[in-house]
Every structure is written in structure tokens, then in C-alpha cells.
């Protein structure tokens, strides 16, 4: 049995070289990094029109990897033309290779579907991954059945869609409770925060990383001037409290099963899917060499 205490992570979702540049003038600590189609996705578009040349999605994960030094997760597509119904095991399993031998530093981002939990089955744990799109316990489950290292709950797009900020809590301290009680080695990191409090909700209740947009920060950049950093540090001196069991292991056996979701978290997962993949289609963001 190890027991763990570590601080909570503060992770940046932005894949915008210029905004760790902002960050760092600031002195904001920078512990991870996610990216996903959307967000590359404006990156991209704003290097066409801003500066005029094109840029590849890796151009942009080189861009953040000469930057920075933390783990950056990269998301994968799963489908060869953009469409959910596509997806398909070997291909996110290719895509997650391309990432992993990329650089030791990223990490592979899954959504939370079944086809990827099939490649995550293939893969073995060969690399790290942040099983993302989390609506419902059931996919946490998932998650940590099949070696997630992270598994990201969408706590913003619940409460958007629900305003109520209930449910995203609960959806966050059903998992954290769950994966204490399983001994389980899965971090949480809590995603898809909208304002300053879903943080602060967050590290109360003890995930073990939060990702925050630049909105957010900029935001408490406006509201508390300098003292926005003293606020971030105050949350990185949170602790999150883990007992893990050195034998606890991936079990690869659990099916994905839609009609354990309510409605609304399949709503929010497929519509999840279908935003990254028509972003990433936008630009023509792709993680595979394209076919000459
Ligand atoms: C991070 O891993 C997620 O991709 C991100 O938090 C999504 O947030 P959004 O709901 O603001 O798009």
C-alpha cells in the first residue's frame, strides 16, 4: 500500500505558444499542459492569419515542447475522416504510438469511448494516458479499468448544460471517492473549468490536477490583480490525499455501456466528440501522416 500526498497540479488547457509566454512573464507556474482539437485548432488559425504561414498540429506540439518542460497531453482522433461512426481501434492505437514516440513528455489524450478503451486494452500502459470527454461515473470507471493515468471530468460543460454546479460536483466527488476506495492509481484532473470557484471547487475537493483555461486566469488577473498568483499557488499548496495499492492493475474488463449513462451525459459526450472532430477537420489537424 503506498499513501500519497501530493500538492495539486496546476495545468494550463491552452495549446497557444504565445500564452505560456504570458504565463511565464507572469511567473505562473506551468505543471502540465492540455490540448485538444479546439484549442490547436485556434492556435493554428491564428498563426495563418496572424503571421501567414501554416502549421502542422506537431509544429504546434514543438512549439509548446521547446517552451515548456511539463507533460503536455495530445489528443488523438480515432478515425480517418472525422466522423465518430469511423472511429476505430487501430487507428487510435497508431495515433497513440505517433504520440508516445513523439516525445517522452506527452502524454496521449483518448476520449472516453469504446473504441479507445480497445486500443488502451492493446497498448498495455506503454504509454501515459488521459482518458478525457468524462460526463458520468461509469466512464471513470472505465477509465481506471483500463489504465488511465488521468481521466478528465468535464466539470463546465455539466454545469452549462445543467446549470447546476451540483452534478458536476458530485460527478467529481463520486470519482475521487471511488478511486480512494479502490486503491486505484488513476489522477484526476479536472477539466473544462469556466470560472474561478468550479477551481476552487476543484481543489477542495481534492483533484489531483486542475486545467485552466487563459480565460479563467486572465479573468482572476482582472478581479485580483497580482494576487491572482498568490491565488494559484495557494491552490498548488492544496493537497490531494491518495492511498494506492502497489497491487492494484488495470483489469481490462469492462464493456462501455451507453445505458449506464443518463441522457444528458451522452448528449454531452457525443456532442464532446463531434465538436473535437469538426475542429480538428477544420484545419485538418491530423496526428497520422497524412496519405501522400
Ligand atoms: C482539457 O483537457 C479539456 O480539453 C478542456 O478542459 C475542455 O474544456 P472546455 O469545455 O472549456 O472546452
New binding site residues.
Partial sequence: MQHYLSMVLF?V?TADPKDVLWLRERGIPIDKM???P??KSKVMKRIRDEEGRTVSSFDVVDMLLDLTDCPI?V?TLGTPDYRPETMDPDIFVQEAETIGKYDSRLVV?FPLVAPALVAARALEGMYPV?F??CFSAHQADLAADYGGTYV?P?L??IV?ELERDDEAEALLRGIIEKYGKDLCSTKV?A????NEEQLMMAAKYGADVV?V?MNVIRDMYEAHGEGALAIIQDVRLRRSRRTVSSLWRPTYSKDFNYSEMQPWQRELLDA?VR?FLDDARSVGYSVLPKAA
Fill in positions: 495545468s488547457d492540455t490540448t485538444n479546439t484549442s497531453s489528443e489524450k488521459n478525457t470527454l478528465s468535464f463546465g460543460r452549462a484532473l477539466a473544462s473549468i469556466r486545467t483555461p464532446g465538436t
